[in-house]
């Protein structure tokens, strides 16, 4: 793919990272001043997936943030520094409760309290609900080329590459249970340890009273709550697993992991992770605490419970580079993630590689492109956008992509679905949105009658333009005519010092004419649909409204 090169050497691309506010870049710098104090030869990065449930755009976000944070920290450092990403999946922990959205609920429930491993697959596909879960995470993650590594709990736990961190773990059982207990309620605490043994008679993971431990042996003992039979188990090997707080902690010590980010409602959490971490002997890993993802109704969204968007879901209306802008913008805002933010988002990201080939070197590194990129955006070259796409398909009625094609060609003649590939694929996006969610929803409503004068004066003056005119003149008419009451707006000045026009002016032209509320630049949208085609619009608003 053609992409545009930073005219830097590594050290002058560094001097301007040093200098950049881009959140990647903050984020990068306090790992390279960790690196002053504890120098390492490799850099680890990780991120934590729960495959409770199906993995959902919040999973693949941070895994897009951090792949940024990595990509900036090895911009700051030259690349001299060997980094890893690894995507670790908590497939180990017990099935609490069966979610939402999968099938064969009652499977599931016969297993509750087993290893998400060792629980069936509702699906069929693998051997495991854990192994259909990581396996859908995967399949993602790849489709993006994301360098990262996948991790499995299950396998850390029962090969023994955990032994060590969890003899540690029992070592200095006194000081975690000293940092544990004070954040459990009174009835939790009195019961409450860090290791879970998973028994060896029904393959739970049991929340039971741990009555003995034995360091030197490595063991741990509990009364069966069925038997009441004193059991002894290891605590290596996978015969125990750990409380997540104590788990999340006994893995940043066991891997040496350097930065790792987590939601917002962790933050509790992962300051009592980094205290027990420490207490084991280890260096708790930089990282921030990014704000949640809302559904449409300002819920967070869930795995379990499936509310907000899939990954599935946004591809099928909008590129993954889209989904990636999404993902850098403000980290620490709450979002809401739902079908509606996916055309701003389209354009945006074309608006931002549109404007990357203009911009000198610091103000690339400012532009989510460079990040989204790896410092390797592609070349623009989208002749259309998507809110103009979906106006086209709402105007046409379009169910097909050929109907598109046409209006496109006659618009940007020599544009076709082999030059444009990306843009053919915008096509298709943009009538799976259309079929989804306009069509359902338009609703026309009736002009005033100043409304219905101005339309008139609007037909007439486009139909008085020469074939061929362009946008921008088209805009000038249109804005032109909308330089009435109630449209004109005291506030902004047009460049002869008159008084400008209001939003509301065209905004009633896409109510009005095309039944929704919002649309793209008029003077665009009717030169690519046709000078005729507009006009014989308005002629049929107008007899609607007669």
């Keep these: 793919m053609s992409v545009i090169d930073l005219a830097a050497s590594p050290s002058d691309l560094r001097a301007l990272a040093e200098q950049s506010s881009a959140w990647p870049f903050e984020q990068a710098k306090a790992i390279v001043t960790r690196l002053k104090k504890n120098p390492k030869y490799e850099v680890l990065f990780s991120t934590g997936?729960?495959?409770?449930?199906?993995?959902?755009?919040?999973?693949?976000?941070?895994?897009?943030?951090?792949?940024?944070?990595?990509?900036?920290?090895?911009?700051?450092?030259?690349?001299?520094?060997?980094?890893?990403?690894?995507?670790?999946?908590?497939?180990?922990?017990?099935?609490?409760?069966?979610?939402?959205?999968?099938?064969?609920?009652?499977?599931?429930?016969?297993?509750?309290?087993?290893?998400?491993?060792?629980?069936?697959?509702?699906?069929?596909?693998?051997?495991?609900?854990?192994?259909?879960?990581?396996?859908?995470?995967?399949?993602?993650?790849?489709?993006?080329?994301?360098?990262?590594?996948?991790?499995?709990?299950?396998?850390?736990?029962?090969?023994?590459?955990?032994?060590?961190?969890?003899?540690?773990?029992?070592?200095?059982?006194?000081?975690?249970?000293?940092?544990?207990?004070?954040?459990?309620?009174?009835?939790?605490?009195?019961?409450?340890?860090?290791?879970?043994?998973?028994?060896?008679?029904?393959?739970?993971?049991?929340?039971?009273?741990?009555?003995?431990?034995?360091?030197?042996?490595g063991t741990v003992s509990y009364d069966d709550p069925e038997t009441k039979e004193r059991v002894t188990v290891p605590v290596t090997g996978g015969h125990c697993k750990l409380q997540w707080k104590p788990d999340w902690a006994m893995r940043w010590f066991a891997l040496g992991v350097d930065y790792e980010m987590a939601g917002k409602d962790l933050i509790d959490s992962v300051k009592l992770s980094g205290k027990i971490c420490s207490a084991l002997g280890g260096t708790p890993p930089e990282g921030f605490n990014y704000e949640l993802f809302l559904d449409e109704k300002g819920q967070k969204i869930s795995k379990s419970k499936g509310n907000g968007l899939t990954i599935d879901e946004w591809l099928r209306y909008a590129s993954p580079e889209s989904l990636s802008l999404f993902m850098y913008r403000e980290p620490k805002a709450a979002k809401r993630l739902y079908f509606d933010v996916i055309p701003r988002n389209v354009d945006d990201y074309q608006q931002f590689l549109d404007g990357f080939p203009r911009q000198d070197a610091k103000q690339q590194l400012q532009n989510p492109v460079w990040h989204i990129h790896s410092g390797r955006p592609p070349k623009?070259?989208?002749?259309?956008?998507?809110?103009?796409?979906?106006?086209?398909?709402?105007s046409s009625n379009a169910e097909n992509a050929e109907t598109l094609w046409g209006f496109i060609g006659r618009y940007r003649p020599g544009v076709t679905p082999q030059t444009h590939p990306k843009l053919d694929a915008m096509v298709g996006y943009a009538i799976n949105y259309y079929r989804d969610f306009v069509a359902p929803t338009k609703k026309f409503r009736e002009p005033t009658d100043s409304e219905r004068a101005a339309l008139q004066d609007l037909r007439d003056a486009l139909s008085q333009l020469p074939a061929g005119s362009s946008a921008e003149d088209i805009q000038n008419v249109v804005y032109e005519i909308g330089r009435r009451e109630p449209f004109l707006d005291p506030v902004k000045k047009g460049k002869d010092g008159r008084p400008g026009v209001s939003l509301d002016w065209f905004n009633m032209l896409y109510q009005v004419l095309l039944g929704q509320e919002k649309g793209p630049r008029f003077g665009s949208f009717v030169a690519v649909y046709g000078m005729q085609n507009a006009i014989a619009m308005i002629d049929g608003a107008l007899a609607r409204s007669a």
């Design 380 to 394: 623009a070259d989208m002749p259309v956008t998507f809110q103009l796409l979906l106006t086209l398909v709402s």
């Design 49 to 217: 997936y729960g495959p409770s449930g199906l993995p959902h755009i919040g999973t693949f976000g941070e895994v897009a943030r951090t792949t940024m944070v990595r990509h900036a920290f090895r911009v700051l450092t030259e690349d001299k520094i060997k980094t890893r990403l690894i995507a670790f999946s908590d497939d180990m922990d017990g099935l609490r409760k069966v979610p939402d959205n999968v099938p064969n609920k009652e499977l599931l429930e016969q297993h509750l309290g087993r290893p998400l491993t060792k629980v069936p697959d509702p699906f069929g596909t693998h051997d495991s609900f854990g192994a259909h879960n990581n396996a859908r995470l995967r399949a993602f993650l790849d489709t993006f080329g994301f360098d990262y590594e996948f991790a499995s709990s299950t396998d850390y736990y029962t090969s023994g590459r955990f032994d060590a961190a969890l003899l540690r773990m029992l070592e200095r059982l006194d000081a975690v249970m000293k940092i544990m207990l004070p954040s459990l309620r009174e009835e939790r605490a009195a019961t409450y340890s860090p290791f879970l043994p998973i028994c060896p008679r029904t393959g739970m993971v049991l929340y039971v009273p741990i009555v003995e431990h034995d360091v030197k042996a």
